[in-house]
């Protein structure tokens, strides 16, 4: 009988010697494996143009019914994205998004991504639908933040080249 | 010779009439040949190549004229040397059709193919997406890939406005000259082509401004991919979001069935909004088309002006008050001043609302003093015995029959009709236009009368006396030989207008062109379908308003009252002197109109509208209505086609539907319990109007199907045009179906003698008013006020064209511009562009000294 207790308490004394595994969270934030699916971004080019073409694909992929989109025209004036078109308006519930990652692959030209943020909680629902101007990354170094004015017809594509995806 | 040929398509035997061609055989029996230059409503082309089929006719022997036969008895069949578009071959008997065999697959995909060489592909920012027959049948037909070299497109422009109100995009073209074709066959507007060559084909406009026709939105919905876009939708959603809400037009009186789009909007504040106007299929009113004023004149519905809240005066002050406050006051005056009360309606309200309104005075307060506030044209009475009879369809109209338009610029007033008649005359329907003037349907007439100014009655009464006796030999009087013609029709159809004309004088015109109708040639042209009066009403149901019995003489149905009641003119004259203490005003603007300069001696003056118009701005009670978009009711078209129209937009702040605001003061002056659905007030009228008996809202929501079938999944067929799931309406029967009716007295009108130059206000499609001038889409479209003369006339005056004159007519001075137009008589200037201006007048007309505008070099 003593065995077994020494036994146990062996064990005890072996994980107190252990270094804790409770991460100290919010102080200490563990990283995201590579396909987490967090909150959504809307990316830019590096000139600061929106990648979102107000295409809308992304809402009607959503089987969530979470995503508004309300398009507008641009003018070489007035660019928020390359080609003729733009999202005036773009928003994103965050109660009703299922984070399946759907928006990702209909989006035409990878605007919309689901990235790490994982810290959503709202006091109330409407605060819980996340526009445009939140879901939109910073201008990057070297860019210009929209809308911008351009020469006439640099940006006549609505589509742009881009890299293959990853 | 029978005329119904059999073939078999891809072994399906189907019988169909000869001339029909393989494309819409195989469409009969659900059998969908992909086509894009094809369409069921221009000339067969074959232009993109997309539909072709294996086609074998039975071999015969060439001697014997036998059938030749294979061994095992079946006939034997030539299948050509290749493939031959379903489209352009007409079908003949024992024709046999292969659809789906591995040649046909692989044409189309080589089609395809092709026509993706140059295309961008953008299909997730194009309009189109989601209803384009390129994406569509490349989905279904084409390959997954394309052997052409990306970087070989041809990049065409992306952004050409045609006008301000259509757009190109002349990458997406794919040549299939939909629109060249419709602008030139339908609508005889070819103010766009082709330019250039091969891959380099683009469409240009030919006009001056861009694209100027009454009818370029539907191009948008026949082209096949989305290089035709309107201003106004562009970009405006996706077509897989959009609600659909089936209604009726509400700008004139052909009552086109149209379709709401609607979306919900952030920008409006979450709310649903009107997204764009379609067509809705029906043969027998618009076909599929609609002409451009009822497209895009929608916005007022939506227009940040709406009146959202009643007012009340108080202190002065138009003030917020609760419906209860303002209807109470409402109802206590109009008791009040039982005996001096008149109401004053707009011929743009629903069925119910009107019956509601003159309920409201003939029940409620014992008054016949109820008139439509802007009256024009006369007639409906005559209409109600020898109107156009139910089961017509203009469409049949053909060679052997005829139609006579009279006193009206159909393509200005009425443009779907201008177009039923012209394609009348194309298939071999005698015309006869008469007018003061050329209009645009002279082009296309038989026979043209051009009266002189004042002779329009008796060069009518004429035509019928001439119309009494057959000639037997061709009359060199062309008042005669259109008399003549007329007269031998099998069916006849009679327009009828009020241009140049007091209301009055129609009435007379009414009258005279009835007993033409009554004229028997073997039969009358009265009675029977495609025979018949059609008043070109000046708005979308003033045919409406006459059923109901708005109208001082005349209760629902035509009843004749014991006591008539006040004209129009006589209420604008009591509320000048005294006489009448309190006035209803429901959807018209009487003093914005210049038919009442203002609020005189009245003690009491309720407006019920859209919008703080001149009127609403004297009133002491302003009570907000829906428009058409944000309830349901009922409109009754010049053809007598009672339509029914939905509710699409949840409504504007606290407005109340007009029939809701009637209903409820009418229980307040102690006509019971308002009804609480427009539905229910529908029955109420078909029980008292007896025209509209056995109507109700489910019968006007009778469908069945229709030819050419469009709107359905192959929108390559017929474009986007919606097909109609929500009703074709009724038409109800005039007097003449069952009964004979008497010729019409008409007496002698006094000739006025007319000295110097006469004017004549002729109606624009896009003439300014309350709900036109909403849609800023239209504003470089708007007729500007414009007098068109003679070369001799503008020179006496001391006018030429382009100058820019002050004109005066009945003491109301418009600047106009100037255009001297040979087609216009001596004698006569066209006024434009001003509000209505009843019959002939005399005018001042000064140039004005307008400083030339000097180039300035930049
Ligand atoms: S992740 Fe899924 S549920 Fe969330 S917005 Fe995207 S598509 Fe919709
Ligand atoms: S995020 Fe992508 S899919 Fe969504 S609207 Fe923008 S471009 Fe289209
Ligand atoms: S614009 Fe459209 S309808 Fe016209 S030719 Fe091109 S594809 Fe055809
Ligand atoms: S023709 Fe008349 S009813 Fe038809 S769309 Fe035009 S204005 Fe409306
Ligand atoms: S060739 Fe037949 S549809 Fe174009």
């Given at each position: 009988?003593?065995t077994?207790?020494?036994?146990g308490?062996?064990t005890?004394f ?7 595994v ?6 200490v ?45 641009n ?8 080609g003729?078109r ?17 928006c990702?692959?209909?989006?035409p ?5 689901l990235?790490d ?11 819980a639908?996340y526009?445009k101007e939140?879901?939109l990354v ?6 210009q933040p929209?809308p911008q004015k351009?020469?006439?017809?640099k ?12 | ?27 009969m ?8 230059c ?16 294996e086609?074998?006719?039975p ?5 014997t ?17 290749g ?7 007409v079908?003949s ?39 384009c ?6 989905m279904?037909?084409?390959r ?14 992306k952004?050409?406005?045609l ?10 073209c794919?040549?299939?000259?939909r ?10 507007d ?9 891959r ?5 406009t030919?006009s ?13 919905d ?14 405006g ?18 009552g ?16 649903s ?5 379609m067509?809705r ?5 618009n ?5 451009d ?31 209860d ?10 008791q ?17 609302d ?12 014992g ?8 009256r024009?044209?006369?007639?409906g009475?005559v ?13 049949e109209?053909?060679?052997?029959d ?5 006193a ?29 003037r ?6 296309f007439a ?14 009518i ?6 119309a009494?006796?057959?000639?037997e ?6 008042l ?5 013609a ?12 009020s241009?140049?004309?007091?209301y ?10 009835a ?5 028997k ?14 008043p070109?009403?000046?708005h ?7 059923d ?10 035509y ?7 006040l ?36 003690d ?9 118009t001149?009127t ?43 029939w ?13 319990k ?6 229910l ?37 017929g ?11 009724q038409q ?16 002698e009108?006094p000739v006025?003698?007319r ?15 309350t ?5 800023p ?15 001799a ?15 005066t007519?009945n003491?109301?001075?418009y ?12 004698g006569l ?17 000064r ?9 300035t070099?930049?």
């Open positions: 009988m003593i077994e207790i020494l036994k308490m062996f005890t072996k994980h107190l010697l252990q270094p804790p409770t991460i100290q969270y919010p102080e934030k563990r990283p995201v494996r590579y396909r987490f699916k967090g909150r959504h971004e809307l990316k830019r080019y590096d000139n600061g143009l929106e990648k979102c073409i107000g295409c809308a694909l992304c809402a009607a992929a959503c089987p969530a019914d979470a995503i508004f989109v309300e398009a507008a025209e003018t070489d004036d007035e660019r928020y994205s390359p003729e733009y999202a005036r308006v773009y928003e994103i519930n965050m109660l009703r998004c299922i984070f399946c990652g759907f990702e692959d209909a989006c030209t990878e605007a919309i991504v990235e943020n994982y810290e959503l909680s709202f006091y109330d629902r409407a605060s639908i526009t939140m879901l910073p201008v990057p170094p070297g860019g929209t351009v020469e006439p017809g940006y006549d594509r609505a589509i742009p080249e881009m890299e293959d995806p990853k | 010779m029978s005329d119904l040929v059999t073939v078999t398509i891809d072994g399906v035997e189907v019988t169909v009439p000869q001339g029909t061609l393989v494309v819409d055989a195989a469409k029996i659900d059998n969908d040949i992909p086509v894009f094809y369409h069921p409503k221009l000339k067969p082309v074959g232009m993109c190549r997309m539909c072709l089929v086609i074998g006719v071999m015969r022997d060439r001697a004229g036998e059938v030749l036969r294979n061994e095992d008895g079946s006939v034997r069949l030539n299948f050509g040397r493939l031959q578009t379903a489209c352009t071959v079908v008997d024992g024709m046999v059709v292969r659809t789906a065999t591995q040649p046909v697959k692989d044409a189309r995909e080589a089609v395809i193919e092709f026509l993706l060489t140059s295309h961008p592909l953008d299909c997730p920012i194009c309009d189109k997406g989601g209803e027959p390129l994406q569509n049948l490349t279904r037909y084409g997954g890939e394309s052997r052409f070299d990306f970087s070989n497109k041809i990049l065409l422009d952004h050409v406005p006008g301000e109100l259509i757009y190109l995009d002349r990458q997406r794919i040549q299939c000259a629109c060249i074709r419709f602008q030139d066959e339908v609508v005889d070819p103010v766009i082509d082709f330019h250039n060559r091969g380099r084909l683009e469409i240009v030919l001056e401004p861009g694209f100027d026709s009454y009818w370029s939105g539907n191009t948008t026949i082209c096949p991919v989305g290089a035709l876009t309107t201003a106004d939708f562009r970009f959603a996706r077509p897989w979001e959009l609600t659909s809400v089936a209604s009726v037009c509400t700008h004139c009186p052909v086109c069935n149209t379709t709401l789009d609607t979306r919900r909007e952030a920008i409006a504040g979450g709310r909004v009107i997204k764009r106007v067509p299929q029906n043969e027998w009113v076909e599929i088309w609609i002409c004023k009822g497209r895009f004149v929608h916005h007022y519905a939506d227009a940040p002006t709406r009146l959202k809240q009643p007012l009340v005066r108080k202190n002065g002050q138009l003030v917020e008050a609760s419906w406050e303002a209807l109470d006051l409402v109802a206590g005056k109009l009040q001043h039982k005996t001096a009360v008149a109401g004053l309606a707009g011929d743009r309200l629903s069925n119910e009107l019956y509601l309104f003159q309920k409201l005075f003939r029940e409620g307060l008054s016949n003093n109820i008139d439509l506030a802007n024009r044209l006369a007639g009475d209409v109600a015995q020898v109107g156009l009879a139910s089961g017509s369809n203009l469409k109209l053909g060679a052997g005829a139609v006579l338009v009279v009206t610029d159909l393509h200005e007033e009425a443009p779907v009709w201008w177009l039923r008649v012209k394609q009348a005359a194309e298939r071999g329907a005698v015309v006869v236009v008469a007018n003061l050329p209009t645009r349907l002279d082009k038989t026979h043209r009368l051009h009266y002189a100014p004042g002779e329009a009655l008796s060069t009464r004429q035509l019928v006396n001439l009494k006796v057959e000639m030999t061709a009359d060199s009087d062309p005669a030989a259109a008399a003549d007329l007269i031998k029709a099998k069916n006849m159809v009679v327009f009828y207008g241009e140049g004309l007091t009055e004088e129609t009435d007379a015109l009414a009258r005279l062109l007993n033409l109708l009554l004229v040639n073997g039969e009358g042209h009265v009675g029977r379908p495609n025979n018949g009066l059609i070109v009403w000046p979308s149901n003033t045919q409406g308003a006459w109901m019995g708005v109208h001082p003489a005349f209760a629902p149905g009843k004749p009252v014991s006591e008539p009641g004209r129009a003119t006589d209420i604008y004259a009591g509320v000048a002197d005294g006489s009448l203490k309190a006035l209803f005003v429901i959807g018209a603007d009487p003093v914005g109109d210049g038919l009442m300069a203002d609020r005189g001696q009245l009491f003056l309720v407006v019920q509208e859209l919008f703080m001149k609403a701005e004297l009133a002491d009670v302003v009570l907000p209505a829906q428009s058409w978009a944000e309830r349901e009711g009922t409109f009754t078209t010049g053809e007598r086609r009672v339509q029914r129209y939905y509710m699409a937009i949840p409504p504007i702040g606290d407005s109340r539907p007009d809701q605001i009637l209903a409820q003061i009418n229980e307040r002056v102690g006509l019971g308002p009804a609480f659905a427009a539905s007030v529908f029955n109420e009228i078909a029980k008292v109007v007896p025209q509209y008996k056995g109507m109700d809202y489910r019968s006007l929501a009778r469908v069945e199907k229709q030819w050419p079938d469009v709107g359905g999944e192959d929108l390559y067929y474009g986007t045009a919606h097909e109609n799931r929500s009703g074709l309406g109800w029967a005039c007097v003449a179906e069952s009964a004979t009716v008497e010729r019409f007295d008409v007496a009108q006025i003698a000295d110097g130059l006469q004017l004549v206000r002729v109606a624009a499609l896009y003439t300014s008013g709900l036109i001038e909403q849609s889409v239209l504003h470089h479209r708007m007729a500007r006020p414009t007098i068109q003369l003679a070369h006339d503008a020179t006496a005056l001391g006018l030429a064209d382009d100058d820019r004159a002050e004109v007519v003491s109301v001075t600047e106009t511009a100037v255009r001297v137009n040979e087609q216009v008589p001596a200037v066209l006024l434009s562009g001003v509000p209505y201006i009843a019959g002939l007048t005399t005018a001042q007309i140039k004005l000294e307008t400083a030339v505008a000097q180039p070099g930049d």
